[in-house]
């Protein structure tokens, strides 16, 4: 958990470190919604530090209940985004064989 909230904590740094380019490029607009976007993945990140395993459990329990909608939404892009960085992996292994059958 502890790790999982530091991963979320340097997320939202990241977000909220591009704020100023998106409203450079985009708008104010934009950068606002990043800054916001930040603001909540950092919350999120001390809200599960401050919670035990079994009470994650719960409140996603009772998360579901409330947003079913939402949550498959959720699931939905966190298993893409999962897909695309296992794809990802591959092809680049991949590119490593073929330099080292070049190699060869």
């Given at each position: ?17 591009t ?19 930040a603001?909540?993945?950092e919350?999120t ?12 459990i719960e ?10 909608g ?8 966190v ?11 591959l ?6 064989d ?7």
């Open positions: 958990l502890e790790r999982s909230a530091e991963a979320l904590a340097n997320v939202g740094k990241l977000v909220g470190d704020a100023v380019g998106l409203e450079e490029r985009l708008g104010p607009e934009y950068g606002d919604y990043a800054r916001r976007a603001e909540a993945i919350n990140a001390n809200s599960i530090a401050a919670k035990d395993a079994d009470e994650l409140d996603t329990r009772e998360f579901v209940r409330r947003s079913p939402v949550a498959i939404a959720g699931a939905a892009i298993g893409f985004a999962l897909a695309r960085l296992i794809k990802s992996g092809d680049s292994g991949r590119d490593d073929d330099d080292r059958d070049d190699r060869a």
